[in-house]
């Protein structure tokens, strides 16, 4: 007896066949054919990579469009003036914009590679390569004396305002002294970023606890910062090529300044036998001078710790006390001082005078303060300033100029502590320069 045969099997199996039969010969054609166009191609040179430009780009289109239709198309009039209204030059600017966007999408992606222009993710990946991580959004930080009854227990995320309406809650939980009736409790700000807070200004109680009668910040908070920008993340990433070095200065800087919540650090060493000034320090003999901005104390003593040179001594006003757990003693573990020098906040103020303009927006006291401030925190991407920086008023005419045609700048003083407006001013390397919108003055004729 004969197997059953399935015909519609058999014949699904020629069909296929058939089918498989025609696209290979399909493919011998296409293959036999060398596509050809008058469209310039990007190309890799000892300079880096070379795009051709939006007109060379136009004139290979019409020239591939006119040769598909037998060169009996026409693209400028007599005059020479681009006919934009024909099909044929609807359809040549189209795929030229679409040539221009494909290339320049490969030029960007090229030039990411380059760590001084990388940028967003790109500039990630290459951060990882150092096993460095953009710096996330900070809040403001303030320490406050609350008062009330003795005992009273202030719960972390107690909150309170300050004058400008912002909201700040408590880090960590406090009871109040039963010999002072008060205690101190850091409070950072509900919204992350550089938000100001002047001393004086954090005197509301938002949420009200039995007990707890009045708080005040008697120092200026650390000011928050943005996502680190990427000039800010280049800059760190060239410091972090000496994070894995040993006994050198700027191993030490490249390190404390990953430390989290750090701002800025300043390091200069003395290695001679005797006492010597650097910056209005006097380092000791054979020491190190440490200055350092934002950051716990803990955290910025072990990351000495770990970069000093073993013997040498320190300079500063901080001392912390670190066990060595790392090299397996038995307890009891050896200790060892670290002494820091915390940077201590002066105070800046900057005048702008502006030349006559009959264009300029009733806004532009305000947009002109805000150049300055974000210029000077870092805000805007620029580098911000340092411990022991020289601020010349120069350094503002690029971004109050940005702001438009009308923002003719006649002069740009700097002060520090209450002083006289002058081009530049200096502040020592145990000095941060700061600077509040409130010491920001603009004036016009």
């Not at 696209?23 to 054609?29: M, V």
């Not at 890799?44 to 780009?57: D, K």
Request: proline share 5%; with cysteine.
């Amino acid at each position: 007896m004969s197997p059953l045969v399935n015909s519609d099997l058999v014949n699904s199996d020629l069909v296929n066949s058939d089918e498989q039969v025609v696209n290979s010969e399909q493919a011998r054609a296409i293959a036999a054919v060398s596509p050809t166009t008058s469209v310039p191609a990007p190309r890799f040179t000892r300079q880096g990579l070379v795009i051709p430009t939006e007109a060379e780009l136009l004139a290979g289109v019409i020239a591939d469009i006119n040769g598909a239709f037998g060169n009996t198309l026409s693209f400028f009039d007599q005059s020479n003036r681009f006919l934009l209204s024909r099909p044929q030059g609807q359809i040549a600017t189209t795929q030229t914009a679409i040539l221009n966007d494909a290339y320049g999408l490969l030029q960007y992606y090229v030039n990411q590679i380059d760590p001084t222009v990388a940028e967003g993710k790109m500039q990630d990946a290459i951060g990882k390569i150092y096993f460095l991580y953009r710096k996330p959004a900070l809040a403001t930080r303030v320490v406050c004396l609350c008062r009330g009854a003795a005992g009273t227990v202030i719960p972390q995320g107690a909150k309170a305002r300050d004058h400008a309406g912002n909201v700040y809650r408590a880090t960590q939980s406090g009871t109040i002294s039963v010999a002072t009736s008060t205690v101190e409790i850091e409070f950072a700000a509900e919204e992350l970023g550089p938000l100001e807070c002047p001393a004086g200004t954090l005197t509301q109680i938002y949420q009200i606890i039995p007990g707890w009668d009045s708080i005040i910040n008697q120092q200026e908070g650390i000011i928050g910062q943005n996502v680190e920008s990427r000039a800010q993340f280049e800059a760190r990433r060239r410091e972090s090529s000496a994070h894995n070095a040993l006994n050198t200065v700027s191993s030490l800087v490249g390190t404390l300044r990953q430390v989290e919540g750090v701002r800025d650090a300043y390091v200069v060493d003395n290695p001679s036998a005797l006492p010597v000034v650097k910056g209005g320090v006097t380092l000791k003999p054979h020491s190190l001078y440490i200055c350092v901005s934002g950051g716990k104390d803990s955290a910025i003593a072990q990351a000495i710790w770990q970069k000093k040179p073993p013997g040498c001594d320190m300079t500063g006003n901080t001392n912390v006390t670190i066990v060595d757990d790392q090299n397996g003693y038995a307890p009891p573990l050896p200790q060892y001082s670290i002494t820091f020098q915390r940077a201590l906040p002066v105070r800046i103020a900057i005048r702008v005078e502006m030349a006559v303009s009959s264009s300029h927006p009733d806004s532009a006291e305000e947009l002109i303060k805000a150049a300055v401030y974000n210029n000077f925190n870092g805000i805007d991407g620029s580098e911000h300033l340092r411990i022991g920086s020289v601020i010349y008023g120069s350094r503002f005419y690029a971004a109050i100029q940005a702001l438009g045609v009308w923002a003719n700048i006649s002069l740009v003083g700097v002060a520090r502590d209450g002083g006289d407006f002058s081009v530049s001013v200096s502040t020592d390397i145990t000095e941060y320069p700061t600077l509040s919108m409130d010491d920001i003055e603009v004036i016009f004729p």
